[in-house]
């Protein structure tokens, strides 16, 4: 999003429980980077129990951006 503060993380569920969840992004933390995991990137989001799986042959537009956005370890 502008300014730098949030991030969308969209999924796709079996139950369609939940296709898209906008949370500030310093509650988000991501537990490897891009060029340590062989197929999905897991990234932790602060109150929800489960990790969200991006996959790494995914389309990333602007890899620099993401490293230093949703690609940086925090801790939660």
């Known amino acids: ?3 730098g503060q949030a ?13 898209s ?3 500030p992004l310093r509650d988000v933390s ?3 980077h891009r060029s340590q ?3 999905a990137l897991p ?3 602060r109150g ?4 969200f799986l991006l996959d790494r042959a995914g389309q990333f537009l602007n890899p620099q951006l993401f490293d230093v956005t949703v690609g ?5």
């Not at 991030?7 to 296709?19: K, N, W």
């Open 48 to 51: 929800v129990t489960f990790y």
């Open 7 to 19: 991030v969308t993380l969209r999924t796709h569920s079996p139950f369609g429980l939940r296709d």
């Open 30 to 32: 991501c537990r490897a």
């Open 43 to 45: 990234v932790k989001v």
């Open 72 to 76: 940086a370890y925090r801790k939660l």
């Open 1 to 3: 999003h502008r300014g």
């Open 37 to 39: 995991v062989p197929a």
């Open 21 to 23: 969840l906008t949370v």
